[in-house]
Nanobody
């Protein structure tokens, strides 16, 4: 019943930007923390950023100062604005909700 659908990934040059979206249905998002994770080939899935129900935000050191997580509770949507992208940001980006729900992911490729 709970569905998370990521979108906004694609191919971008180093230094470029992308905005990812995660649309949630089947549950209100407002009381809950939401997170973005990513996974590169051969790597473990890693936490990128988290925003709590009270809008407290934390970022991984690798993206701090470049990425911005936000939410629009009225639109039931989580966002990740990614600036100054680097090749090491390449991977599949996943939305995570209520400690157990995942989207299918959206591919981000940073390459010249």
């Amino acid at each position: 019943q709970v569905r998370l659908v990521e979108s906004g990934g694609g191919l971008v040059q180093p230094g470029g930007s992308l905005r990812l979206s995660c649309a949630v249905s089947g549950s209100a998002i407002s009381p809950y923390a939401m997170s973005w994770y990513r996974q590169a080939p051969g790597n473990q899935r890693e936490l990128v950023a988290t925003i709590s129900g009270g809008d407290y935000i934390e970022y991984a050191d690798s993206v701090k100062g470049r990425f911005t997580i936000s939410r629009d509770n009225a639109k039931q949507t989580l966002y990740l604005v990614m600036n100054t992208l680097k090749p090491e940001d390449t991977g599949v980006y996943y939305c995570h909700f209520r400690s157990r729900y995942w989207g299918q992911g959206t591919q981000v490729t940073v390459s010249a």
